[in-house]
């Protein structure tokens, strides 16, 4: 490797994220944990319905 001059440098691996965007929310388990339980919360009850329409609707849905 000498002769060649070949330099390596160590990257830090990254976890992929569940987010397409990158997005650091999904960085947290707390957070991703949480959409997990919804998300099986909604399923279990088939009765009870979603409809995300605005911002505040999703606000809310997250509990943000």
């Known amino acids: 490797m000498k002769a060649l001059d070949a330099q390596f440098v160590l ?3 990254k976890s992929e994220s569940l987010s397409p965007s990158n997005d650091p929310y999904y ?3 707390e957070n991703v ?3 997990e339980r919804r998300i099986a919360d909604l399923r279990t009850n088939k009765e ?3 409809v995300l329409k605005s911002k505040e ?3 809310n ?3 943000l």
Do not use: Q
Request: charged fraction near 45%; glycine fraction near 6%.
């Open 61 to 63: 849905f997250l509990g």
């Open 48 to 50: 009870m319905k979603v």
């Open 11 to 13: 990257k830090e691996e």
């Open 33 to 35: 944990a949480e959409l």
């Open 27 to 29: 960085d947290n388990p």
């Open 57 to 59: 609707d999703i606000k």
